[in-house]
């Protein structure tokens, strides 16, 4: 009767599947931090790819409840075609399962009042073995406590090969049967060992009391109400050709897919189109390269892919929404998925293990917490995955850092642990004080824009960036005007010398085959002198030599305005202004011998300094008639 009622009060909270809505996408500064000290995240990434230690990775940073950062690098498959990483990407979590599944649904029972962390593990699990001393005199019992905070003494792990060999056979039963029947390392709270089969054990106890699977549990608790949609495990087994295979669908897989592809084609299976967005991870020793069945060998082969250890598949957006959650106290998106409490709970470390370092389902200083880097808060709380995952949520900073990366493709040789703490110490340097002093420079726009930007492809050493203002944002599709398919319009309304300056550090790394710098008349019209300017825009040139050699740089004048529209008062009387930054724009790429593309005189009025009416919108931005000009002048030097 208990079952039915916990479901009928699941349904009855309108826990149903929620409309996904990812985080707010906002630039680092926009949440208090330097998207500049970012690019050092990005360089250790990259390094580790370029050194073979990753196929490729994506990193999040969610500060305030918004996606501040999301990146991809690399590849997520080179063996045996090579796909490029994608921030969708679908990443095997490995043992960060745990606490984003394991560690929760026993929470949401306790909140329940179902089951309490005190209880005996052998209240739930009858056969179940607690530690006693060698000469038999001392006794203790191992209760679910233990188990969260692996201080059980239960051993790490066991091999399925040694269980088929014991008991002639590999399931889930002869699992739980061997862990209760097993090996105790130590007493109970007195000393700490990480151990899958801890919580191997907390999933056959959720299971239990619930009459449901933790995957079923799991989604209905926790990421179905969280629109954590592409969040699920995907059932697997050994199939007769030795390959292991998904015997269900995952929650992201469309109707259509489940009507093309039958779980009974066992060969379909095994190139589904719902695995088309999932990292693979190791080449078995019969070529087959898992993707999409679970990397840990007791999750695959004894648990069948849904294993209180591992086997969960997600995405950096929907860790994100957990984060978030966790971060706001335990609710997000007008639902309530944990109690403060409860949150509270699971980032502290017990008392009754206090010098340990583990809480109920994370870590927090224990040595396997080197992911947290060095400069995050003493509150920080984490977990990594075997196959390369991390989350790191620093409460008091109010930043979660979430790197995934598929390290055990195509060989486990890997070790993710130094990598994981310079990405965190990178992340934590960017955070800025959030002070009058440290306010927002720009605008809304060139913050939205700059957000726009990194959720692009990288500029690459064949691209050409068309840099400036709102003349060149609102030009649009320049590929299109110019008939070149690899330009990229980088243009911001409102735009200033200087902010395009801030901002190099999104296409010089890159280094770009030409850029077409326009920028200077918003400085007029902030009543900046023609030698302000001059200098600012020599800065952007100095910038752009120094850091990116190879990149063909083209300095274009500013184009002339005209006062009788009577739009821009910030402009009255700066007419003249403007040829005089032109000539100093001449004298500028004479010396630093760039080409200098004198677009002035095309857009006057005949025997005048004023922009022709025919072309502007307002006398300073352009219809389409000016456009085509602009077009025509460059298209010789793309």
């Not at 038999?136 to 051993?155: A, D, F, N, V």
């Amino acid at each position: 009767m208990k079952k039915y009622f916990y479901s009928f009060l699941f349904l009855t909270l309108g826990f149903a599947t929620t409309q996904a809505q990812p985080l707010q996408r906002v630039a680092p500064e926009q949440v208090g931090m330097d998207s500049r000290q970012l690019l050092y995240a990005d360089q250790a990434i990259q390094e580790a790819i370029n050194n073979k230690e990753i196929p490729g990775a994506v990193l999040a940073v969610v500060r305030h409840g918004k996606m501040a950062y999301l990146k991809a690098y690399g590849n997520r498959r080179v063996d045996p075609t090579t796909e490029a990483m994608t921030t969708s990407t679908i990443f095997d979590m490995a043992s960060c399962s745990k606490p984003m599944s394991t560690a929760m649904c026993v929470m949401k029972l306790v909140e329940q009042g179902r089951i309490r962390l005190m209880d005996p593990v052998s209240l739930y699990i009858p056969n179940f073995k607690n530690w006693q001393s060698e000469d038999g005199k001392k006794q203790e019992t191992i209760r679910l406590h233990h188990l969260m905070t692996h201080s059980s003494g239960l051993p790490p792990y066991v091999s399925p090969i040694d269980l088929q060999k014991k008991y002639g056979k590999t399931d889930p039963q002869v699992l739980i049967d061997y862990i209760a029947n097993g090996p105790r390392d130590f007493e109970p709270a007195t000393d700490f060992q990480y151990s899958c089969l801890n919580f191997i054990t907390l999933q056959h106890i959720v299971e239990s009391i619930t009459g449901e699977s933790l995957r079923q549990f799991a989604r209905q608790q926790i990421f179905a109400p969280l629109g954590m949609n592409h969040t699920d495990y995907i059932p697997c087994k050994l199939a007769a050709d030795g390959n292991y295979v998904n015997t269900d669908y995952p929650c992201w897989a469309t109707a259509e897919e489940k009507a093309r592809e039958k779980l009974s084609d066992e060969k379909a299976m095994l190139q589904a189109d719902f695995l088309k967005d999932v990292a693979p991870t190791e080449k078995q020793a019969n070529g087959q390269v898992l993707w999409g069945q679970v990397h840990d060998p007791l999750a695959r082969m004894a648990n069948n892919g849904i294993s209180g250890n591992a086997g969960l598949f997600t995405t950096a957006d929907d860790i994100a929404l957990l984060c978030a959650m966790l971060q706001n106290g335990g609710e997000w998106n007008g639902h309530r998925i944990l109690s403060p409490l409860t949150v509270k709970a699971m980032r502290s470390v017990p008392r009754q293990e206090a010098a340990l370092g583990r809480t109920l389902g994370w870590d927090s200083f224990t040595a396997y917490a080197t992911n947290n880097g060095d400069l995050l808060s003493p509150n920080t709380y984490s977990h990594s995955g075997y196959t390369g995952t991390s989350i790191v949520i620093d409460p008091d900073n109010d930043i979660s850092v979430i790197f995934l990366a598929n390290a055990v493709h195509p060989v486990d040789k890997s070790n993710m642990v130094r990598l994981r703490s310079l990405v965190s110490n990178a992340v934590a340097a960017s955070i800025m004080p959030e002070d009058s002093a440290h306010a927002l420079k720009y605008t809304t726009h060139y913050y939205d824009r700059v957000t726009q930007f990194m959720g692009e492809p990288n500029i690459t050493p064949k691209d050409i960036v068309m840099l400036g203002n709102s003349l060149t944002e609102n030009g649009g599709d320049w590929a299109a005007r110019l008939g070149k398919a690899n330009i990229r319009n980088r243009g911001i309304i409102g735009d200033d010398a200087q902010g395009v300056y801030d901002r190099l550090y999104q296409i010089l790394p890159y280094h770009p085959a030409k850029i077409f710098l326009m920028i200077g008349i918003n400085d007029v019209s902030h009543d900046l002198s023609t030698d302000s300017i001059t200098i600012l825009l020599r800065h952007i040139v100095e910038k752009v030599r120094t850091e990116s050699p190879q990149t063909k740089l083209y300095l274009q004048s500013l184009l002339p305005i005209n006062e009788s529209f009577g739009r821009y008062n910030h402009l009255k009387g700066k007419t003249a202004q403007i040829p005089e930054i032109n000539a100093r724009l001449r004298q500028l790429a004479k010396a630093e011998k760039i080409p200098f593309i004198n677009l002035f005189q095309k857009f006057c009025e005949k025997n005048s300094q004023t922009l022709r009416e025919s072309v502007s919108t307002d006398g300073l931005h352009l219809q389409e008639a000016g456009y085509q000009i602009w077009a025509k002048a460059l298209k010789r030097n793309i």
